[in-house]
């Protein structure tokens, strides 16, 4: 008797257990391996919490978003399928990555996005026009001045759940479904 295996799981395990291969190297970028575990852990936001935080931050074509502890690159996929955008996924953790990966070329807009997989501390956000955020009060409270100093006027920072507590208060809370999204625009220096 052969017992029935998910397609979905074989896809998964195969992706988790084999790396990339076949899917090719464009859109992953390997970094050096962590030499710490990620600070955050894998959570993907839902769906409605990613269309409200790309609409809260007015993205669109001439947009490029960061996502900062980009997991399976959700929001970037979201960002360049519905919205037009660019998106550039950072993450430290190598398996989400994969998933990302195939998650974007399923979706058709691997060649709008990037990963970059490393630590969202050593990362070039100079090109960034929005900047979106899955991560915990502390650390978004020790990633606001590298933020502040590397960020262009203007741009949008949208995180989920947890903002900058008093060290900078949102411009504007909404909320999408069970999600609070907070706003933030990089003042002028």
């Not at 395990?13 to 291969?21: K, T």
């Not at 030499?35 to 409200?52: L, R």
């Amino acid at each position: 008797m052969v017992c029935p295996v998910c397609p979905r799981f074989v896809l998964c395990l195969a992706l988790l257990v084999g790396g990339c291969a076949g899917l090719g190297d464009t859109a992953l970028t390997d970094g050096v391996d962590p030499a710490f575990p990620p600070e955050v852990p894998y959570f993907p936001s839902t769906d409605e919490a990613v269309e409200g935080m790309l609409k809260l931050a007015g993205t669109g074509p001439k947009d490029v978003v960061y996502d900062l502890g980009c997991g399976d690159g959700r929001i970037v996929i979201a960002a360049a399928k519905h919205f037009g955008a660019r998106g550039v996924g950072v993450e430290i953790d190598p398996a989400p990555l994969r998933l990302a990966v195939y998650y974007a070329r399923r979706a058709g807009v691997q060649d709008r996005v990037r990963f970059v997989r490393g630590d969202l501390f050593d990362a070039d956000l100079s090109e960034a026009t929005v900047i979106t955020l899955f991560l915990f009060e502390s650390l978004n409270r020790r990633l606001l001045p590298k933020l502040l100093k590397e960020l262009k006027p203007g741009t949008r920072i949208v995180a989920h759940r947890y903002g900058f507590g008093d060290s900078w208060p949102p411009e504007k809370t909404v909320q999408a479904g069970a999600s609070t999204l907070f706003l933030w625009t990089v003042p002028k220096r």
